[in-house]
């Protein structure tokens, strides 16, 4: 079964950066996606950025330059660094797996969530 923790949510101050990790345990398969989603109050979740196996990475346009997700396999912690960070980009967010070559589609594993509050 595939545990994932976050870690990392604090509040910051609009302009600053902070760095979400998610370490990741009982994850067995040879392909997989991972990625980044949040929920702000009020609004549905969304994908914010996701990583495949051999590294091939996708962002959501509203985080596109600012955001990066990268993994230490050797770790097993999947990465958020978050810079320039806007009120809007409070949300919890959620680190989550799927098996499988591709991003698209249902992913069926779930953290707890870690809350990120950017004040102006």
């Known amino acids: 079964q595939v545990q994932l923790v976050e870690s990392g949510g604090a509040s910051v101050q609009a302009g600053g950066s902070l760095r979400l990790s998610c370490a990741v345990s009982g994850h067995t398969s040879s392909s997989y996606c991972m990625g980044w989603f949040r929920q702000a109050p009020g609004k549905e979740r969304e994908g914010v950025a996701f990583?495949?196996?051999?590294?091939?990475?996708y962002y959501a346009e509203s985080v596109k330059g600012r955001f990066t997700i990268s993994q230490d396999n050797a770790k097993n912690t999947l990465y958020l660094q978050m810079n320039s960070l806007k009120p809007e980009d409070t949300a919890v967010y959620y680190c989550?797996?799927?098996?499988?070559?591709?991003?698209?589609?249902?992913?069926?594993?779930w953290g707890q969530g870690t809350q990120v509050t950017v004040s102006s």
């Open positions: 989550a797996a799927r098996v499988g070559t591709y991003c698209s589609g249902v992913f069926a594993y």
């Open positions: 990583i495949q196996k051999f590294g091939s990475t």
